[in-house]
């Protein structure tokens, strides 16, 4: 029997990379898989090619950083699937600038869909997990969350605070059998890293004991090991997938 049988879960920034990614992973699993996203196109192709190889999945517009839009929609999963067992939240931006320099928009922009959509997306889902005395929230973080990284105080920042919003909630919610995790990756191959310049990557690559950038899978695992029950006696922690970069 697939492991996710029977379950439903929403994947937020699920249109691409990562992202995509869990959702696929997902729904091989017999998930049915609500991906969330505000690519429209991008997400209903990656829907079709999900429902066409056999899964189960429907697509949800909505900008993460929307509160009334968030709640609106996870209502919908919920009234339309009577429950809602696993929380991925992935969306995110980045809007990279030394911090002398930085925009107050490019802080805020990135705030608004990292971490107050974690937010948003988290505590719209708790009323059916708590009903239900069962979930499974993981929040996609980052290296840069852990570690820092020059030019993304704002993208660093945001990171941070989602592993502390998974800790704070995993101690607010494990009595009622819900666990929440955080996944933090390191450099992972997506169209974000694609764009650095050569000799960023190279750096990076110095600093890698595995000596390669990720891929969206090892990401996807981590994420699909602590939405199982698998791990149903782990909550709040920090998973890092990145090759070594930060211990």
């Known amino acids: 029997m697939k492991r996710f049988e029977g ?3 929403i994947v937020t920034g699920a249109s691409q990379g990562i992202g995509e990614t869990i959702a696929r992973d997902l729904a091989a699993e017999g998930a049915a898989v609500v991906l969330v996203d505000v690519q429209k196109d991008k997400l209903e192709a990656v829907a079709g090619s999900i429902v066409g190889a056999g899964g189960r999945a429907e697509t ?3 900008d993460v ?6 709640e609106r929609a996870v209502a919908a999963v919920a009234a339309a699937h009577g429950r809602i067992d696993h929380l991925v939240n992935n969306a995110g931006i980045t809007r990279d600038a030394l911090l002398m320099r930085m925009k107050e928009e490019d802080w805020d922009a990135v705030l608004r869909v990292n971490l107050k959509g974690t937010f948003n997306f988290s505590r719209a889902v708790l009323r059916t997990m708590i009903a239900a005395r069962y979930g499974r929230i993981v929040n996609i973080a980052s290296v840069a969350g852990l570690m820092g990284n020059a030019g993304q105080t704002n993208y660093a920042a945001s990171k941070a ?6 800790r704070s909630l995993a101690r607010e919610v494990g009595s009622r059998g819900i666990t929440v995790n955080a ?3 390191g450099f992972i191959a997506t ?4 764009a650095l310049p ?5 750096a990076y690559l ?8 990720g891929l969206p899978k090892d990401v996807a695992s981590a994420v699909i090991f602590l939405l199982s029950e698998d791990a149903a006696y782990i909550t709040g922690q920090v998973v890092s997938v990145n090759g070594g970069m930060y211990m």
Not at 65 to 70: I, L, S
């Open 7 to 9: 379950r439903v879960s």
């Open 60 to 62: 949800s517009v909505v």
């Open 65 to 70: 950083g929307d509160t009334a839009a968030v």
């Open 161 to 166: 605070g989602v592993v502390a919003l998974a």
């Open 183 to 185: 996944v933090a990756p």
């Open 191 to 194: 169209a974000m890293t694609e």
């Open 198 to 202: 050569e000799d960023i990557r190279k």
């Open 206 to 213: 110095d600093i890698i004991p595995l000596k390669k950038f």
